[in-house]
């Protein structure tokens, strides 16, 4: 079965410049997750979505950050503009519908470089 | 507030060597307990997770954890370890509610010498 996939793996970018984060889920999970990790501040969420609705956004860190789930098989994460404050690895997690126990499975991780 | 803590930032064992990676949580309540590894440039795999019963768990790559509610602790070991254990180790804890609310330690480096 395939996990979580997530697209690009890597982006460096210039300040400035928009970067979009891609993200599909396991199918048939019906939660999904944004999550940033970085050394200084280890794994944070971001953002996540139960049945493609956000739910919580409060850890998304300006209005810089917008993210969307147009449907249950994909999601993005915006940043426009970046910084280069934003330079870390994005996560993407998924959880099935019948986990009450909050389950997650990670992808891959994208790593941002902003120069 | 909940919290978990990974009171080792690093440590280096021997190839071959025992090891045990602490883990301690706030809250009273029994909570849902995960351990989670991540390989350099890799995502997080999930080890083993504890949930209920059985308070000695077992998870892939001959890890264990054992939960310990008297000592807030959910501590994981391998009796043997590999150089391909080297990794950085996640605890993570559910305390229902949120889904959003699934809280991570700052994580764990293992390092290991042949």
């Known amino acids: 079965d395939a996990g979580v996939i997530q697209s690009p793996r890597h982006e460096v970018t210039e300040m400035g410049q928009e970067v979009t984060l891609r993200c599909k889920p396991i199918?048939?999970?019906?939660?999904l997750f944004w999550y940033r990790q970085t050394m200084m501040r280890g794994l944070e969420l971001l953002i996540y979505?139960?049945?493609?609705?956000?739910?919580?956004d409060s850890g998304m860190p300006e209005d810089r950050f917008s993210a969307k789930m147009p449907n249950a098989s994909f999601s993005t994460l915006k940043i426009q503009p970046s910084e280069p404050r934003d330079s870390a690895v994005y996560f993407c997690?998924?959880?099935?519908?019948?986990?009450?126990?909050?389950?997650?499975?990670f992808g891959p991780g994208t790593r941002l470089t902003v120069l | 507030a909940q919290s978990v803590t990974q009171p080792d930032i690093h440590i280096t064992v021997s190839e071959g060597a025992s090891l045990e990676l602490r883990c301690n949580y706030s809250?009273?309540?029994?909570?849902?307990l995960f351990w989670y590894v991540q390989s350099p440039g890799q995502g997080l795999q999930l080890l083993l997770k504890?949930?209920?019963?059985?308070?000695l768990v077992q998870g892939i790559k001959g890890f264990e954890a054992e939960f310990k509610r008297s000592q807030s602790s959910f501590n994981l070991r391998k009796p043997s370890v590999h150089w391909s254990d080297a990794a950085e180790y996640f605890c993570?804890?559910?305390?229902?509610?949120?889904?959003?609310?699934?809280?991570f330690g700052k994580g764990t480096k293992l390092s290991v010498k042949p």
């Open positions: 997690a998924s959880s099935p519908a019948e986990s009450s126990y909050n389950e997650q499975f």
């Open positions: 993570a804890v559910y305390y229902g509610g949120s889904q959003g609310n699934l809280i």
């Open positions: 504890y949930f209920s019963g059985d308070t």
């Open positions: 979505f139960n049945n493609n609705v956000p739910i919580d």
């Open positions: 809250y009273g309540a029994t909570p849902y």
């Open positions: 199918s048939g999970h019906n939660s």
